[in-house]
């Protein structure tokens, strides 16, 4: 299985960016699939994950702000960022897990977020 995120950039505070991740899989649906993100100085934290349409969690952080969501008829999961601050700043990860899986055992090589004015 192989994931590519894509979408990162450069964007002002209040800004907003949509990212996207291309999974390379026969069986997208079956995985659990969350947004990663490590910031400068931080350890990595789960910013979202997704089940189903009906199944998602959101990192408080990010929660009203983001949005997650997944086309499994494409192989994809996008993540919509919207008012954006300066501590959004990371790298993003998108990633992947069987869903009896404690563990996320697949991941997409990051992408690079700055939020600054």
């Given amino acids: 299985v192989q994931l590519q995120a894509f ?4 964007v002002q505070p209040g800004g907003s960016l949509r990212l996207s991740c291309a ?3 026969r069986t997208f649906s079956a995985y659990t699939m969350g947004w990663f993100r490590r910031a400068p100085g931080k350890e990595r934290e789960l910013v979202a994950r997704i089940i189903d349409t009906d199944n998602k969690l959101y990192a408080w952080s990010v929660k009203g702000r983001f949005t997650i969501w997944r086309d499994n008829a494409q192989n994809k999961m996008y993540l919509q960022m919207n008012r954006l601050t300066v501590e959004d700043t990371a790298v993003y990860f998108c990633a992947a897990k069987p869903k009896t899986s404690p563990d996320y055992v697949y991941w997409g090589q990051g992408t690079l977020v700055t939020v600054s004015s």
Avoid: R
Wanted: no cysteine.
């Fill in 7 to 10: 979408g990162g950039g450069l």
């Fill in 23 to 25: 999974v390379s899989s």
